[in-house]
């Protein structure tokens, strides 16, 4: 399983769609996703503060845009799907509570 960090505006907007794509997309061409080892990082550097997010638990087995593991942070790889993130992939999602 990797993961993926919505806020709950965007997600909730498109609930009818097939397919999600974060409002980052269109400029950077992917999603950022992350493994379940990288969450904590990830929270902590890019969402301190922040109340209103949710944890999208994806199979990446059923993803249909291309998925590759990237050098990010740390020259770390990161998932990053080029293509939209399909619902039905996203097996769980959940409240994040306040990142501290």
Not at 19 to 38: C, V
Not at 85 to 93: E, F
Request: proline share 5%.
């Amino acid at each position: 399983m990797i993961y993926h960090i919505a806020t709950q505006e965007v997600w909730n907007s498109q609930l009818q769609l097939a397919s999600y794509f974060p409002t980052e997309f269109e400029n950077e061409g992917f999603i950022h996703l992350s493994t379940e080892a990288q969450l904590t990082g990830v929270l902590q550097r890019y969402y301190k503060g922040r109340e209103d997010l949710l944890l999208l638990t994806v199979d990446e087995t059923k993803l249909t845009a291309p998925l590759k593991y990237e050098p990010s942070t740390g020259n770390e790889l990161y998932p990053h799907l080029f293509g939209g993130l399909d619902k039905s992939a996203v097996v769980k999602v959940e409240s994040i509570p306040k990142v501290e």
